[in-house]
């Protein structure tokens, strides 16, 4: 991994690179920017990156990785290619139609030819025995589904992907499929035995094994958390309040909960053991913080708070073990053990068969990285085991037999219910940790991403369909999410004719307004780098790192940007201009509008701070020299923590004189830094890690 001398990068990649999947590729749009902010796979999916790349029959797909994956062999010499497998053989010449096929002289649609990434690829048709065999009941879907899948790789430099889908109405209940490499240096390709990180999909396990303690009586999701873990005390936000003893399981998973989403030391390490121990100490470590905002005051995706939901279990479940022990020892025996997912878990042995790492198939594999908040990101599974999952859900919590589950926590877990906030960053509607969408049919679904490894999964249970895909290869982050939910929609059409029906916004008329009227929605924004002003045609535009959009006031009261876009300002009952982003019905909060801040009482952060290591702190040691710089200037006009090599900053609201915030209640907003005493040396506090003045 790249080393930076800059905090703020990183701290920015948090909130840009490893949030919930956005909206697809394309124009830049403020919803891409605001990464963390929509997770709308299946409504993008009419306008995805995708649609130009739906594969064909006769389209090409990578030769070698397909006959691989599949448990044969293609041995290419002097433009000569060989291919052996069990259902078929085929001898095939370099930009020649003619080929012996089986045994038989053939000539192909497609002549084999070398691609811009030197492999050799041929088309779906031409492979398609190894993949589809007689009276295959996801036949239709696979000709859809695996050109689809490898040209997507292809175009994004993808190393591997990995596949289940499940019908619990076919008789072969799941179809799982491997696609290129596990191991592109050895050569080594995915199987539905692989363990691919499903990073943030962990959280609905959690959610899982919290049920069956409810459904035990042993946990209420509206009892506060203290019932659960009686010393937990986080600091009230000093400016918007907030108090833990109300704080309950229910608020922890529709994410309303007002905790921070990330501690900098619990995210990710190059030591397994030791990052992932530092869940223990979570309680002790939230007890040094602050709630970033008060309970119901915003939806805020946060990962610390499912965390903490799965160190409540452990304690319930396990009082005399430490969290950790007691998470992983509850999980294995009485939810994965259950469903059969044998190879599923959160703490990966040395010889486990995962996949690496990989910011690109052709840059060659990088260092692994663990997540260390194990019941919100950290468990590694299989296309096979995902698929013994998605069918227990669909199944009303039974798998083989055997309840896993009762029915009544299966509909807590994916019954959309009505979300108690003031803002909504992903949807007013959401199950118990899962999140809800409707295109003409209720889809629940959970997306996960870590730095390298990109997963989505989706349950259609009106068609009692279940769709899981994780991608190994961080240059295909919306892969996942984007095939995801056009394998399901094609599968829910092939099997009942299904059409996706989706929300459209209202039609507007253009309309002018005076200077003073746009004047409220001027000045900072909450987020990184970002302003509204009034440009010298009277037009509102807004300036998000460093790129500018025109708002073009509409007669329903919202604003459009020239691609469509819609926008809504409204003003809180606490007086804040809170900026959302509009689609399908649904408004989805951005930031606030925060006009000029003031300057005073921030002489005592004035500077550059020197981040200091901890001794069991892998990652930040790992990822930052010792002269790794946190700096807070006012030299732009405003307070803000400003990266030195980019020029971004992250404006900050004062307190007093030793405490001040990150203003807006996004994701990963609303963090207090303030001047502490560590033995001696006054240090600057910040999302869990210390800073030292230089």
């Known amino acids: 991994m790249k080393r930076s001398k800059s905090c ?78 069990e259902r078929m053989t085929a001898t095939l010449t370099i930009g020649s139609h003619s080929a012996v096929v089986n045994g038989v002289e053939t000539e192909l649609d497609y002549a084999p030819y070398i691609n811009e990434s030197g492999r050799a690829v041929v088309s779906y048709g031409l492979l ?49 499929q491997g696609f290129g ?40 999701l509206d009892a506060s958390i203290t019932a659960y873990l009686p010393e937990l005390n986080i600091a009230a936000h000093p400016a918007r309040g907030g108090n833990t003893a109300v704080l309950t399981l229910r608020s922890i998973g529709h994410h309303t909960s007002g905790i921070q989403s990330s501690i900098m030391p619990y995210f990710i390490g190059y030591d397994q053991d030791l990052i992932t ?32 939901m799965g160190a409540a279990l452990a304690n319930t479940a396990y009082p005399e073990l430490s969290y950790m022990d007691g998470y992983v020892k509850y999980m294995d025996e009485y939810v994965f053990s259950k469903m059969g997912m044998n190879d599923t878990t959160f703490i990966r042995a040395a010889d486990a068969n995962v996949s690496k790492s990989y910011e690109s198939a052709s840059a060659g594999a990088e260092e692994t990285l663990y997540i260390g908040q194990l019941p919100a990101g950290s468990l590694a599974s299989t296309a096979a085991d995902m698929a013994k999952y998605m ?48 295109v003409g049919s209720t889809i629940m679904e959970h997306g996960g991403d870590s730095v390298y490894f990109h997963s989505m999964l989706m349950l259609n249970q009106e068609t009692n369909l279940g769709v899981f895909i994780s991608g190994n290869t961080n240059a295909g982050a919306y892969a996942a999410s984007l095939l995801c939910g056009e394998i399901l929609l094609a599968a829910m059409a092939n099997k009942t004719g299904f059409e996706p029906t989706i ?51 509409q007669s329903d009261g919202t604003f459009q940007d020239m691609d469509g876009g819609r926008y809504r300002y409204v003003t809180t009952d606490s007086g804040e201009v809170a900026f959302s982003f509009c689609l399908f019905g649904m408004e989805y909060y951005l930031c606030d509008v925060l006009g000029e801040l003031s300057v005073e009482n921030f002489d ?21 020299a010792e002269d790794a710089l946190l700096t807070i200037s006012t030299g732009n006009g405003y307070p803000a923590v400003v990266d030195s090599e980019s020029g971004l900053s992250i404006p900050l609201v004062a307190v007093d004189e030793t405490t001040c915030y990150q203003p807006g209640y996004g994701r990963d907003e609303g963090y207090v830094i303030d001047l502490v005493d560590i033995d001696g040396v006054s240090c600057l506090r910040y999302m869990g890690m210390l800073f030292a003045k230089q």
């Open 8 to 85: 703020l990068s990183f701290l920015l990649a948090l909130v840009l690179c490893l949030g919930v999947a956005g909206p697809a590729a394309g124009a830049l749009t403020i919803p891409q920017i605001y990464d963390a902010s929509i997770d709308l796979p299946l409504s993008n999916a009419r306008e995805s990156a995708l649609q130009p790349f739906k594969a064909e029959i006769g389209e090409p797909i990578p030769l070698r990785a397909a006959v691989e994956s599949c448990g044969g062999k293609a041995v290419w010499k002097n433009g000569v290619i060989e291919i052996t497998h």
């Open 128 to 176: 398609r025995p190894i993949f589809v065999e007689d009276g295959d009941e996801y036949a239709e879907l696979k000709d859809f589904a695996i050109p689809t899948v490898y040209q997507v790789m292809e175009m994004l430099d993808m190393a591997g992907m990995t596949l289940s889908v499940v019908d619990l109405d076919n008789e072969d209940t799941a179809w799982t």
């Open 181 to 220: 490499y596990g191991d592109v240096e050895n050569s080594i390709t995915v199987s539905e035995d692989t363990l691919f990180e499903v990073a943030s999909i962990s959280k609905t396990f959690t959610a899982m094994g919290v049920m069956q303690l409810v459904e035990q009586g042993r946990m209420d």
């Open 277 to 308: 121990n530092k869940f223990n100490s979570i309680v002790t470590d939230l007890n040094d913080s602050y709630l970033v905002a008060g309970v119901g005051d915003t939806q805020a995706y946060s990962n610390t708070a499912i965390t903490l």
């Open 391 to 438: 069918e227990t859900m669909l199944s009303g919590g039974v798998y083989n037999g055997t309840t896993v589950l009762g029915q009544s926590g299966v509909d807590t877990l994916l019954t959309p219910a009505e979300v108690d906030s003031d803002r909504y960053t992903f949807n007013n509607e959401m199950g118990f940790v899962w999140m809800s969408e409707d």
């Open 503 to 553: 929300a459209e916004d209202p039609e507007t008329q253009d309309i002018t307004l005076t200077e003073a009227e746009l004047l409220p929605y001027t000045g900072l924004y909450s987020y990184p780098s970002t302003y509204g002003f009034i440009n010298e045609d009277g037009r509102l535009t807004v300036s998000i790192l460093g790129e500018e959009i025109g708002m073009i006031p």
């Open 604 to 624: 005592a952060f004035i500077g550059d701070w020197a981040y200091v290591p901890s001794v069991d702190d892998t990652y930040m040691n790992g990822l930052y």
